[in-house]
């Protein structure tokens, strides 16, 4: 971060410390404290079947809560714990997080399955299989219950293709997502390679659909496409009435959006599934009434 010039043998030092990397780098060296601190929560976005508006799932969003710079989005930070190699704790945290959301689910009787974002750089830490497995054991969540997306680009490289880590998942029982399918280099190839169980149309495509036909192209061809596979789709993103309408009749599986709901913290969550859904205690699997 510092740039060194020499010149004449006396080495001048010059600032490159713009106010952005330098907030960065002490962003980075603040990361684990704040987990301990309680600063990184996260917040949860509804996910409904498309076809009979049924909530399905939630999907967990980490936040960072700074006491001076105020909200920080995961997107000004993921991308540094990755960098920094502190991503699998980051991990950890809001899985620990959600699997607790969950467990507190079952004990009132409600089947509900969280989703948490995963990198695709945690894909290569040896041990990733046996943290989820005993995240799941300490939190006595089954697999099941719980969906990893695969974000970041979402590209899978060779190593992890040739490797069992994405079967190992599979084999504690929880789906696997293609988070933000159709940008960056996720392929079609590496839908029919890897034992993914679902994709999300990126938030990109959805939510232009409704004023552009390139783009409701493209999500129905992304729905075929996925449906040929055997896999389900999502579309995150949609925030009107008539990308719900177009995506219901192309068939998308489940929905996710402002529309249906913000992303919630835990307590916020908690009154709208009791407005949406007017039952406190519900049978196993049962949050099944009209949204
Ligand atoms: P993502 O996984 O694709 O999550 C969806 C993002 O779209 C979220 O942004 C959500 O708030 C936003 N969103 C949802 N519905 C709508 C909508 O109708 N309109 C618009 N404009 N946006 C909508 P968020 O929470 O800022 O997260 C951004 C990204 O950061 C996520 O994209 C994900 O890639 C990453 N991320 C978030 N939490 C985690 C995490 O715990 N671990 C990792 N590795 N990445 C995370
Ligand atoms: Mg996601
Ligand atoms: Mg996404
Ligand atoms: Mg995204």
Redesign the pocket.
Known sequence: LLAAAESGGVASYHPVLDQQSLRRLQLGTELEQAMADGQISVVF?PIIDAQTSDIVSV????RWAHPRYGAI???DF?HLAEQIGR?GA??DH?LDLALARCRRWLDQDIALSVA????VHCLTEPDLVARVRRALQRHRVPGELLTL?L??GSVVDDSVRDSTVLADLHGLGLRLSM??FGTGYSSLSQLRQLPIDEV?ID?SFV?GMSTSQGESFIARSIIELAHNLGLRVVA????DELTRNLLAEMGCDKL????VSR?LPDDRLESWLLARTGVRKAAPGAIHRRL
Request: proline share 6%; net charge negative.
């Open positions: 976005q999907e967990t969003l980490v989005a995961p997107d993921i991503i980051v991990t809001v948490v974002n995963l990198s997306e974000t970041e988070d933000d999300k938030k939510l995150e993103g949609v925030e996710q959006g402002f529309l992303p």
